[in-house]
Protein backbone atom coordinates (compact mmCIF):
# COMPACT_ATOMS: atom_id res chain seq x y z
CA UNK A 1 0.00 0.00 0.00
CA UNK A 2 1.32 3.36 -0.69
CA UNK A 3 2.17 5.56 2.20
CA UNK A 4 -0.92 8.20 0.98
CA UNK A 5 -3.03 5.55 0.19
CA UNK A 6 -1.91 4.00 3.67
CA UNK A 7 -2.56 7.43 5.68
CA UNK A 8 -5.80 8.33 4.14
CA UNK A 9 -7.13 5.16 5.26
CA UNK A 10 -5.45 5.63 8.89
CA UNK A 11 -7.59 8.94 9.22
CA UNK A 12 -10.88 7.56 7.67
CA UNK A 13 -10.88 3.98 9.36
CA UNK A 14 -8.15 2.90 11.70
CA UNK A 15 -9.38 -0.79 12.72
CA UNK A 16 -9.42 -1.63 9.03
CA UNK A 17 -6.31 0.13 8.45
CA UNK A 18 -4.62 -2.14 11.59
CA UNK A 19 -6.06 -5.23 10.26
CA UNK A 20 -4.93 -4.65 6.84
CA UNK A 21 -1.51 -3.85 8.38
CA UNK A 22 -1.04 -6.95 9.70
CA UNK A 23 -1.98 -9.19 7.05
CA UNK A 24 1.20 -7.10 5.39
CA UNK A 25 3.06 -8.06 8.02
CA UNK A 26 2.04 -11.62 7.93
CA UNK A 27 2.48 -11.79 3.80
CA UNK A 28 5.64 -10.56 4.54
CA UNK A 29 7.09 -12.49 7.33
CA UNK A 30 5.33 -16.08 6.19
CA UNK A 31 6.54 -18.74 3.57
CA UNK A 32 3.70 -18.49 1.62
CA UNK A 33 2.94 -22.25 -0.50
CA UNK A 34 -0.94 -21.88 -1.11
CA UNK A 35 -0.82 -23.07 -4.98
CA UNK A 36 -3.29 -20.46 -5.62
CA UNK A 37 -1.60 -17.38 -3.97
CA UNK A 38 0.83 -15.22 -5.15
CA UNK A 39 2.35 -11.56 -5.02
CA UNK A 40 1.08 -9.21 -7.04
CA UNK A 41 3.76 -6.57 -8.27
CA UNK A 42 3.38 -3.26 -6.57
CA UNK A 43 2.60 -1.63 -10.13
CA UNK A 44 -0.55 -4.05 -10.65
CA UNK A 45 -2.04 -3.46 -6.79
CA UNK A 46 -1.48 0.55 -8.25
CA UNK A 47 -3.93 0.01 -10.90
CA UNK A 48 -6.05 -2.33 -8.71
CA UNK A 49 -6.62 0.78 -6.49
CA UNK A 50 -6.70 3.66 -8.80
CA UNK A 51 -9.57 5.70 -9.94
CA UNK A 52 -10.51 3.48 -12.43
CA UNK A 53 -12.75 1.86 -9.62
CA UNK A 54 -15.10 4.92 -9.81
CA UNK A 55 -16.26 4.17 -13.25
CA UNK A 56 -18.96 2.08 -14.47
CA UNK A 57 -18.54 0.36 -18.08
CA UNK A 58 -21.07 -2.14 -19.29
CA UNK A 59 -20.34 -3.51 -22.80
CA UNK A 60 -17.48 -3.56 -24.72
CA UNK A 61 -15.22 -1.38 -26.29
CA UNK A 62 -16.84 0.94 -28.65
CA UNK A 63 -19.99 -0.62 -27.45
CA UNK A 64 -21.05 1.04 -24.54
CA UNK A 65 -24.06 1.82 -22.71
CA UNK A 66 -22.45 4.89 -20.55
CA UNK A 67 -20.78 7.50 -21.40
CA UNK A 68 -17.27 8.78 -20.49
CA UNK A 69 -15.48 5.74 -21.91
CA UNK A 70 -12.79 6.97 -24.18
CA UNK A 71 -9.77 6.25 -22.06
CA UNK A 72 -11.65 3.00 -20.73
CA UNK A 73 -12.11 1.49 -24.42
CA UNK A 74 -8.24 1.66 -24.52
CA UNK A 75 -7.77 0.06 -21.41
CA UNK A 76 -10.02 -2.62 -22.02
CA UNK A 77 -8.37 -2.95 -25.55
CA UNK A 78 -5.01 -3.20 -24.13
CA UNK A 79 -5.72 -5.80 -21.62
CA UNK A 80 -7.59 -8.09 -24.97
CA UNK A 81 -4.53 -7.41 -27.44
CA UNK A 82 -1.64 -8.36 -25.02
CA UNK A 83 -3.93 -11.37 -23.57
CA UNK A 84 -4.16 -12.42 -27.37
CA UNK A 85 -0.52 -12.12 -28.40
CA UNK A 86 0.67 -13.84 -25.03
CA UNK A 87 -1.40 -16.50 -25.10
CA UNK A 88 -1.53 -16.69 -29.29
CA UNK A 89 -5.45 -16.57 -29.19
CA UNK A 90 -7.91 -15.73 -31.79
CA UNK A 91 -10.14 -13.74 -28.87
CA UNK A 92 -9.84 -12.91 -25.21
CA UNK A 93 -12.75 -11.65 -22.80
CA UNK A 94 -11.20 -9.56 -19.55
CA UNK A 95 -14.67 -9.15 -18.09
CA UNK A 96 -15.76 -12.25 -16.35
CA UNK A 97 -14.58 -10.63 -12.57
CA UNK A 98 -12.97 -14.33 -11.63
CA UNK A 99 -12.36 -17.87 -12.77
CA UNK A 100 -15.83 -19.54 -11.54
CA UNK A 101 -17.81 -16.95 -13.43
CA UNK A 102 -15.61 -17.54 -16.31
CA UNK A 103 -16.24 -21.23 -16.49
CA UNK A 104 -20.21 -20.24 -15.84
CA UNK A 105 -20.29 -17.57 -18.61
CA UNK A 106 -18.70 -21.13 -20.97
CA UNK A 107 -21.58 -23.19 -19.57
CA UNK A 108 -23.96 -19.75 -20.67
CA UNK A 109 -22.64 -19.58 -24.21
CA UNK A 110 -23.00 -23.77 -25.41
CA UNK A 111 -25.26 -25.81 -22.85
CA UNK A 112 -29.03 -25.51 -21.74
CA UNK A 113 -30.24 -26.61 -18.27
CA UNK A 114 -30.34 -30.75 -18.13
CA UNK A 115 -27.29 -31.25 -20.85
CA UNK A 116 -24.46 -33.48 -20.31
CA UNK A 117 -21.47 -32.13 -19.14
CA UNK A 118 -18.24 -33.86 -18.16
CA UNK A 119 -15.40 -33.09 -15.74
CA UNK A 120 -12.84 -34.54 -13.66
CA UNK A 121 -14.17 -35.13 -9.93
CA UNK A 122 -13.62 -32.62 -7.18
CA UNK A 123 -11.66 -35.60 -4.91
CA UNK A 124 -9.84 -36.29 -8.36
CA UNK A 125 -8.18 -32.96 -8.33
CA UNK A 126 -10.83 -31.13 -10.41
CA UNK A 127 -12.71 -27.65 -9.65
CA UNK A 128 -16.01 -26.81 -8.08
CA UNK A 129 -17.52 -25.66 -11.73
CA UNK A 130 -16.41 -28.60 -13.29
CA UNK A 131 -20.17 -30.14 -12.38
CA UNK A 132 -19.39 -30.78 -8.64
CA UNK A 133 -22.86 -31.50 -6.90
CA UNK A 134 -22.57 -28.75 -4.63
CA UNK A 135 -22.08 -26.31 -7.30
CA UNK A 136 -24.54 -24.62 -9.69
CA UNK A 137 -22.96 -26.60 -12.63
CA UNK A 138 -23.67 -30.04 -11.16
CA UNK A 139 -27.22 -29.01 -10.07
CA UNK A 140 -28.00 -27.23 -13.21
CA UNK A 141 -26.37 -29.89 -16.12
CA UNK A 142 -25.91 -33.42 -15.76
CA UNK A 143 -22.42 -34.11 -14.45
CA UNK A 144 -20.57 -37.19 -15.23
CA UNK A 145 -17.18 -37.30 -13.86
CA UNK A 146 -13.46 -38.82 -14.69
CA UNK A 147 -10.81 -39.86 -11.75
CA UNK A 148 -7.44 -40.70 -11.61
CA UNK A 149 -5.52 -44.04 -11.57
CA UNK A 150 -5.53 -45.76 -8.10
CA UNK A 151 -2.17 -46.64 -8.99
CA UNK A 152 -0.28 -44.18 -10.25
CA UNK A 153 -2.71 -40.47 -9.54
CA UNK A 154 -2.54 -39.77 -13.19
CA UNK A 155 -5.20 -39.61 -15.65
CA UNK A 156 -6.40 -42.58 -17.59
CA UNK A 157 -7.16 -40.78 -20.91
CA UNK A 158 -8.65 -44.22 -22.81
CA UNK A 159 -11.24 -44.50 -19.72
CA UNK A 160 -12.09 -40.63 -20.53
CA UNK A 161 -12.45 -41.55 -24.01
CA UNK A 162 -14.61 -44.50 -23.11
CA UNK A 163 -16.64 -42.51 -20.78
CA UNK A 164 -17.02 -39.63 -23.27
CA UNK A 165 -18.12 -41.91 -25.45
CA UNK A 166 -20.93 -43.62 -23.48
CA UNK A 167 -22.27 -40.30 -22.16
CA UNK A 168 -21.59 -38.00 -24.65
CA UNK A 169 -21.35 -34.99 -23.09
CA UNK A 170 -21.89 -31.16 -24.69
CA UNK A 171 -18.79 -30.08 -22.63
CA UNK A 172 -15.53 -31.28 -22.11
CA UNK A 173 -13.68 -29.72 -18.93
CA UNK A 174 -9.84 -29.95 -18.65
CA UNK A 175 -8.08 -29.12 -16.04
CA UNK A 176 -8.50 -28.96 -11.86
CA UNK A 177 -6.86 -27.42 -8.81
CA UNK A 178 -5.08 -30.37 -7.90
CA UNK A 179 -2.97 -31.59 -10.65
CA UNK A 180 0.61 -31.67 -10.22
CA UNK A 181 1.24 -33.09 -13.95
CA UNK A 182 1.12 -31.90 -17.42
CA UNK A 183 -1.88 -32.12 -18.70
CA UNK A 184 -2.12 -33.47 -22.05
CA UNK A 185 -4.33 -31.31 -23.40
CA UNK A 186 -4.07 -32.95 -27.09
CA UNK A 187 -5.61 -36.22 -25.96
CA UNK A 188 -8.44 -33.89 -24.80
CA UNK A 189 -9.27 -32.23 -27.51
CA UNK A 190 -8.68 -35.63 -29.64
CA UNK A 191 -11.83 -36.96 -26.97
CA UNK A 192 -13.88 -34.06 -27.71
CA UNK A 193 -13.85 -34.50 -31.45
CA UNK A 194 -14.53 -38.00 -31.34
CA UNK A 195 -17.98 -37.16 -29.13
CA UNK A 196 -18.60 -34.16 -30.88
CA UNK A 197 -17.80 -31.65 -27.92
CA UNK A 198 -16.98 -28.29 -27.04
CA UNK A 199 -13.44 -28.26 -25.44
CA UNK A 200 -12.49 -26.40 -22.86
CA UNK A 201 -9.42 -26.04 -20.53
CA UNK A 202 -8.90 -24.30 -17.33
CA UNK A 203 -5.85 -23.28 -16.97
CA UNK A 204 -6.69 -21.03 -13.86
CA UNK A 205 -3.57 -22.65 -11.54
CA UNK A 206 -1.19 -22.55 -14.38
CA UNK A 207 -1.73 -19.84 -17.10
CA UNK A 208 1.35 -18.10 -16.04
CA UNK A 209 3.38 -21.43 -16.78
CA UNK A 210 1.74 -21.55 -20.25
CA UNK A 211 1.67 -18.44 -21.13
CA UNK A 212 6.16 -18.41 -20.19
CA UNK A 213 5.81 -21.37 -22.12
CA UNK A 214 7.47 -24.11 -19.13
CA UNK A 215 3.84 -25.72 -19.78
CA UNK A 216 2.37 -27.13 -23.12
CA UNK A 217 -0.64 -24.36 -24.38
CA UNK A 218 -4.31 -25.59 -25.10
CA UNK A 219 -4.92 -22.41 -26.98
CA UNK A 220 -3.99 -23.89 -30.20
CA UNK A 221 -6.47 -27.22 -29.57
CA UNK A 222 -8.92 -25.83 -27.43
CA UNK A 223 -12.50 -24.61 -28.78
CA UNK A 224 -12.50 -22.72 -25.32
CA UNK A 225 -9.57 -21.47 -22.71
CA UNK A 226 -10.77 -20.37 -19.10
CA UNK A 227 -8.27 -19.18 -16.76
CA UNK A 228 -8.07 -16.93 -13.05
CA UNK A 229 -5.79 -13.83 -13.60
CA UNK A 230 -3.58 -14.78 -10.80
CA UNK A 231 -2.12 -17.69 -8.91
CA UNK A 232 0.99 -18.29 -11.56
CA UNK A 233 -0.24 -14.98 -13.85
CA UNK A 234 0.27 -12.58 -10.69
CA UNK A 235 -2.43 -10.33 -11.84
CA UNK A 236 -5.16 -9.32 -9.90
CA UNK A 237 -7.93 -11.30 -8.22
CA UNK A 238 -10.02 -11.60 -11.69
CA UNK A 239 -10.44 -14.35 -14.33
CA UNK A 240 -10.46 -14.33 -18.52
CA UNK A 241 -11.59 -16.71 -21.41
CA UNK A 242 -9.83 -16.96 -23.98
CA UNK A 243 -11.37 -18.72 -27.39
CA UNK A 244 -11.40 -19.20 -31.15
CA UNK A 245 -12.73 -16.52 -33.21
CA UNK A 246 -15.89 -18.78 -33.93
CA UNK A 247 -16.94 -18.62 -30.52
CA UNK A 248 -16.34 -14.90 -30.14
CA UNK A 249 -20.05 -13.75 -30.03
CA UNK A 250 -21.28 -16.71 -28.01
CA UNK A 251 -18.65 -15.82 -25.15
CA UNK A 252 -18.77 -11.97 -25.19
CA UNK A 253 -22.92 -12.09 -24.95
CA UNK A 254 -22.84 -15.14 -21.98
CA UNK A 255 -19.77 -12.94 -19.86
CA UNK A 256 -22.35 -9.44 -20.80
CA UNK A 257 -25.62 -9.18 -20.41
CA UNK A 258 -25.74 -12.67 -19.98
CA UNK A 259 -23.74 -12.88 -16.36
CA UNK A 260 -22.61 -9.69 -15.28
CA UNK A 261 -23.10 -6.19 -15.23
CA UNK A 262 -20.11 -3.77 -16.05
CA UNK A 263 -17.05 -4.69 -15.46
CA UNK A 264 -14.57 -4.00 -13.07
CA UNK A 265 -12.27 -1.45 -14.69
CA UNK A 266 -9.65 -1.10 -12.17
CA UNK A 267 -9.49 -5.10 -12.45
CA UNK A 268 -8.78 -5.09 -16.53
CA UNK A 269 -6.18 -2.44 -15.78
CA UNK A 270 -4.35 -4.40 -13.45
CA UNK A 271 -4.28 -7.72 -15.57
CA UNK A 272 -3.27 -5.36 -18.85
CA UNK A 273 -0.39 -4.67 -16.06
CA UNK A 274 0.24 -8.02 -14.89
CA UNK A 275 0.17 -9.38 -19.42
CA UNK A 276 2.28 -6.90 -19.64
CA UNK A 277 5.10 -8.12 -17.18
CA UNK A 278 4.23 -11.57 -18.13
CA UNK A 279 5.35 -11.01 -22.00
CA UNK A 280 9.33 -9.87 -21.04
CA UNK A 281 11.97 -12.74 -20.37
CA UNK A 282 12.39 -12.33 -16.76
CA UNK A 283 8.82 -13.75 -16.60
CA UNK A 284 10.05 -16.49 -18.63
CA UNK A 285 12.77 -17.36 -15.91
CA UNK A 286 10.66 -16.91 -12.77
CA UNK A 287 7.86 -19.38 -14.64
CA UNK A 288 10.75 -21.58 -15.33
CA UNK A 289 11.88 -21.47 -11.58
CA UNK A 290 8.97 -22.02 -10.20
CA UNK A 291 9.47 -25.53 -12.23
CA UNK A 292 12.10 -25.88 -10.50
CA UNK A 293 11.73 -25.37 -7.30
CA UNK A 294 8.47 -27.36 -7.34
CA UNK A 295 10.27 -30.83 -7.95
CA UNK A 296 13.24 -29.66 -5.85
CA UNK A 297 10.49 -29.77 -2.90
CA UNK A 298 8.91 -32.67 -4.10
CA UNK A 299 12.24 -34.80 -4.23
CA UNK A 300 13.14 -32.95 -1.19
CA UNK A 301 10.03 -34.42 0.85
CA UNK A 302 10.00 -37.45 -0.79
CA UNK A 303 13.57 -37.76 0.90
CA UNK A 304 12.14 -37.25 3.88
CA UNK A 305 9.24 -39.92 3.59
CA UNK A 306 6.37 -37.95 2.34
CA UNK A 307 4.21 -39.67 -0.13
CA UNK A 308 3.57 -37.47 -3.23
CA UNK A 309 0.53 -37.73 -5.11
CA UNK A 310 1.93 -39.00 -8.84
CA UNK A 311 5.46 -39.36 -7.01
CA UNK A 312 6.09 -35.74 -8.18
CA UNK A 313 5.34 -32.28 -9.85
CA UNK A 314 6.01 -31.34 -13.38
CA UNK A 315 4.27 -28.03 -12.74
CA UNK A 316 3.86 -25.40 -9.55
CA UNK A 317 1.78 -28.06 -7.02
CA UNK A 318 2.29 -30.71 -4.96
CA UNK A 319 -0.22 -32.90 -3.34
CA UNK A 320 1.03 -34.85 -0.38
CA UNK A 321 -0.72 -37.68 1.19
CA UNK A 322 0.10 -37.93 4.87
CA UNK A 323 -1.62 -40.94 6.08
CA UNK A 324 2.04 -43.19 6.42
CA UNK A 325 3.02 -39.45 8.56
CA UNK A 326 -0.11 -40.45 11.13
CA UNK A 327 -1.21 -36.18 11.03
CA UNK A 328 -3.68 -35.52 9.46
CA UNK A 329 -3.76 -32.93 6.18
CA UNK A 330 -5.70 -30.09 8.78
CA UNK A 331 -3.49 -30.82 12.02
CA UNK A 332 -0.19 -30.24 10.10
CA UNK A 333 -1.61 -27.10 8.02
CA UNK A 334 -2.80 -25.39 11.67
CA UNK A 335 0.57 -26.25 13.27
CA UNK A 336 2.81 -25.00 9.91
CA UNK A 337 0.65 -21.75 10.04
CA UNK A 338 1.97 -21.39 13.77
CA UNK A 339 5.54 -22.05 12.67
CA UNK A 340 5.13 -19.07 9.35
CA UNK A 341 4.48 -21.87 6.50
CA UNK A 342 1.40 -21.41 5.22
CA UNK A 343 -0.33 -24.17 2.79
CA UNK A 344 -3.98 -25.57 2.91
CA UNK A 345 -5.16 -29.32 3.65
CA UNK A 346 -6.61 -30.93 0.98
CA UNK A 347 -8.10 -34.06 -0.11
CA UNK A 348 -6.08 -36.78 -2.25
CA UNK A 349 -7.79 -39.13 -4.23
CA UNK A 350 -9.36 -42.06 -3.15
CA UNK A 351 -9.42 -40.43 0.44
CA UNK A 352 -10.59 -42.28 2.96
CA UNK A 353 -11.32 -39.04 5.38
CA UNK A 354 -13.62 -36.25 4.93
CA UNK A 355 -13.09 -32.99 3.12
CA UNK A 356 -12.97 -31.07 5.74
CA UNK A 357 -10.49 -33.25 7.78
CA UNK A 358 -8.59 -34.76 5.01
CA UNK A 359 -5.28 -36.98 4.53
CA UNK A 360 -3.48 -34.67 2.22
CA UNK A 361 -1.45 -31.07 1.99
CA UNK A 362 -1.34 -29.16 -1.29
CA UNK A 363 1.46 -27.17 -1.93
CA UNK A 364 2.61 -24.47 -4.25
CA UNK A 365 5.74 -23.03 -5.62
CA UNK A 366 4.43 -19.42 -7.00
CA UNK A 367 4.69 -16.98 -4.40
CA UNK A 368 8.28 -18.30 -2.41
CA UNK A 369 9.91 -18.00 -6.54
CA UNK A 370 8.53 -14.46 -6.56
CA UNK A 371 10.43 -13.87 -3.35
CA UNK A 372 13.59 -14.99 -5.69
CA UNK A 373 13.57 -18.39 -3.45
CA UNK A 374 15.26 -21.22 -5.63
CA UNK A 375 16.53 -24.83 -5.03
CA UNK A 376 18.78 -24.55 -1.77
CA UNK A 377 15.47 -22.65 0.11
CA UNK A 378 12.95 -25.15 -0.75
CA UNK A 379 15.36 -27.89 0.93
CA UNK A 380 15.31 -25.76 3.74
CA UNK A 381 11.38 -25.48 3.91
CA UNK A 382 10.73 -29.76 3.44
CA UNK A 383 13.32 -29.67 6.23
CA UNK A 384 10.74 -27.36 8.13
CA UNK A 385 7.90 -28.84 7.13
CA UNK A 386 9.36 -32.66 8.13
CA UNK A 387 10.36 -31.51 11.46
CA UNK A 388 6.62 -29.86 12.66
CA UNK A 389 5.06 -33.18 10.90
CA UNK A 390 6.87 -35.39 13.73
CA UNK A 391 5.34 -33.03 16.87
CA UNK A 392 2.97 -30.62 15.59
CA UNK A 393 2.07 -30.03 18.95
CA UNK A 394 5.60 -28.97 20.01
CA UNK A 395 5.00 -25.58 20.79
CA UNK A 396 8.69 -24.58 21.42
CA UNK A 397 9.76 -26.48 18.29
CA UNK A 398 6.98 -23.88 16.29
CA UNK A 399 8.10 -21.19 17.58
CA UNK A 400 11.80 -21.28 17.11
CA UNK A 401 10.88 -22.74 13.15
CA UNK A 402 9.03 -19.63 13.06
CA UNK A 403 12.00 -17.26 13.88
CA UNK A 404 14.18 -19.50 11.45
CA UNK A 405 11.13 -18.51 8.98
CA UNK A 406 10.74 -15.04 9.47
CA UNK A 407 15.03 -14.82 8.87
CA UNK A 408 14.70 -16.15 5.52
CA UNK A 409 11.81 -13.85 4.67
CA UNK A 410 13.78 -11.15 5.74
CA UNK A 411 16.52 -12.32 3.09
CA UNK A 412 13.91 -12.56 0.19
CA UNK A 413 11.66 -9.10 0.45
CA UNK A 414 7.85 -10.39 -0.65
CA UNK A 415 7.35 -8.07 -4.34
CA UNK A 416 4.84 -5.43 -3.94
CA UNK A 417 4.63 -4.66 0.10
CA UNK A 418 5.83 -2.27 1.46
CA UNK A 419 5.63 -2.81 5.36
CA UNK A 420 7.52 -0.38 8.02
Same mark, same amino acid.
Given at each position: ????QR?????????????????????? %????L???????? @? &???????? +??????????P /???????????????????NR???????D???????????????VY? &???????T?? /?????????L??G???????????A +???? +? !??????? %???E???????? !?????????????????????????R?V?? +????????????? &???V????V???????????????????????C?E?????????V?P /??????? %???????????????? %?????? @? @??????S????Q???????????? /????H????????K?V?????? !????????????????????????P????????????????? &??????????D????????????T?????????????????????
Amino acid at each position: MQETQRQALQATDPEIAALIADEERRQR %DSIRLIASENYAS @A &AVMAATGS +VLTNKYSEGYP /GRRYYEGQRYIDKIEELAINRATALFGADHANVQPYSGSPANLAVYL &AFCQPGDTIM /GMSLPAGGHLTHGWGVSITGKYFRA +VQYG +V !RRDTGLI %DYDEVRDLARKE !RPKLLFAGGTAIPRIIDFQAFADIARDVDA +VFVADIAHISGLV &AAGVHPSPVPVADVVTSTTHKTLRGPRGGMILCKEGHKSAINRAVFP /GLQGGPH %DHQTAALAVALAEASR %DSFKDY @A @AQIVKNSRALAQAMIERGFELVTG /GSDNHLILCDLTNKGVPGKVLS !RALDQAGIVLNYNSVPFDPRKPFDPSGVRLGTGAVTSRGMRE &AEMKQIAEWIDQVSQKPDDEDRITRIAGQVKELCEAHPAPGILVS
